[in-house]
C-alpha cells in the first residue's frame, strides 16, 4: 500500500499554500500525514528542515489527539504554539493529513485561524481526488526497479 | 505506508526501531549519523529527559538512490521503550514500513525483550497491521557485553513464528552490526515497495525491465 501524488496534486496543493501564505500573511506552511511525510510545502526555509517540522508536528499533533480523548473530547481542532518571533499553527486537514502554518508575530494567529479554513476545505477536495483515483485505477504509473548495490543501500563515509 | 511523490520524484519510507528501555535503539541511530556522509543523512533530532532517556522519539531522515529514477527518502525513529510510554510508541508506529526489533542480549533482559515484542505485535494488530506482514529485522544487541545470552538462544525465543526472519548480533555501542542492520530492514523495505507496488519481486521486476 502507498499514498502517491502526481504532478497535478501538488500543483494544485502548491498554489493552495501560496494563497494561503499571501492572505494570512505567513513566513511558510506544508502539508503533512500524520506518519510525518511531508505532501507539499510552501516557504519554509532552508534552515528549517521541512522533514523534520512535519515530523514534529505529526508527533504534537498525534500527542495533544490522544489528551483530548483523555479529557472527553472528541479532538482538538488545532494546535498553536507562540513563541517570541514566531509562532506554529497546526490544523488536521482530514484524518490523515495536517497542515502546519508557521508565521511571525506580525502576522496574527487570527488571520491564520481565518484562512486556514478554507485552506484546509480546497486541500481536503484535491485529496479526495488521490483518494478516489487510487481506488480505480488499479494499475501503477511507473514501473519500479530496484537499483543492485553490491555494498548495501547505504555505506560508511571514507 | 509508503508515500511516492511523482512530481519531486520523491519515495518515503518509515523505519521504525522497536525494543525494551535502554536496548540500544537510540545509539543505533546515533552510530549511524556519525557513520553516513552528509549526503545521506539530515539531523538526528531527540526528544529526551534530562537523563536522556527517549521521551517521544529520536528521528533522523536518511536519503539513498536505492529506486531508479526516484530519491528513496527513509525516515528513522526510534520509540521510546519503557513501559509507560504504550500510547507514545503506537503514535510513532503509524504508518510504518519496517521495524528494526532491537533486543537487549543480557541474560537479565530477557523477559522484557518476549514482553516488547508482544507488544510490538499488539501495537501494530491496534492499526490494523500485523507483524507477520510488516518486514521486519531482529538485532540481538549487547553481544559485546561479557553475560549474555548466545544467538541461538536469541533466536529460539524471538524468531520463533512461522516464517524466520532475518537477525543480526550486534555492538551498537562499537558500531558493530549497526549499518548491516540498516542495509537489511532497508533492502526489506525497498523489496516490499517494489513487490506490493507492482506484484513482482525486485528481481523479476529487474529481469522484465532488461527484457
Redesign the interface.
Known sequence: ???????A???KLDYILRELLIQSESNGCLVC???????AQQGVEDQQ?P??IS??GA?VF??SR?LARLLGEEKFSAVFHQGERKSIFICAVNLDVLLVVIFTNDASVGLVKLYAGPATAAMREVLEEVRLREETVPV??????????AG??????P | ????????REI?L?IVYYGCGLCGKTTNLQV?HE???DD?K??L?S?ATNQDRTL??D?M??A???????T??F?M?TVPGQVMYN??RR??L???DGIVFVADSQWEKMEENVESFNNLAENLSLQGDSVDKTPYVLQYNKQDLPDVAPVNFLEFLLNNRGVRHPSIASSAKTGQGV??T??LI??LV??N??R???GKS?AE??E??LM
Do not use: C, W
Open positions: 500500500m502507498a499514498f502517491s501524488l502526481v504532478q496534486d501538488v500543483e500525514d500524520y506518519s510525518g511525510y511531508v505532501l528542515d522533514l523534520l515530523a514534529l508527533g498525534s500527542a490522544e501503477p504509473e511507473h514501473t519500479f526497479v530496484l537499483m543492485e548495490e548495501g543501500v547505504f555505506s560508511s563515509k | 505506508m509508503a508515500f511516492i511523490n511523482y512530481a519531486t518515503q518509515k549511524i557513520l553516513l556522509g545521506s539530515g539531523k533530532t526528544l517521544f522519539f528521528f531522515p536518511l539513498a538512490e536505492a529506486i531508479k529514477g526516484f528513496t527518502k525516515q525513529y500510547l507514545t503514535l510513532v503509524k504508518g510504518v549499518l548491516e540498516l542495509n532497508a533492502r525497498l523489496n515497495f517494489v506490493t507496488q507492482t525486485a521486476q529487474r522484465l525491465v
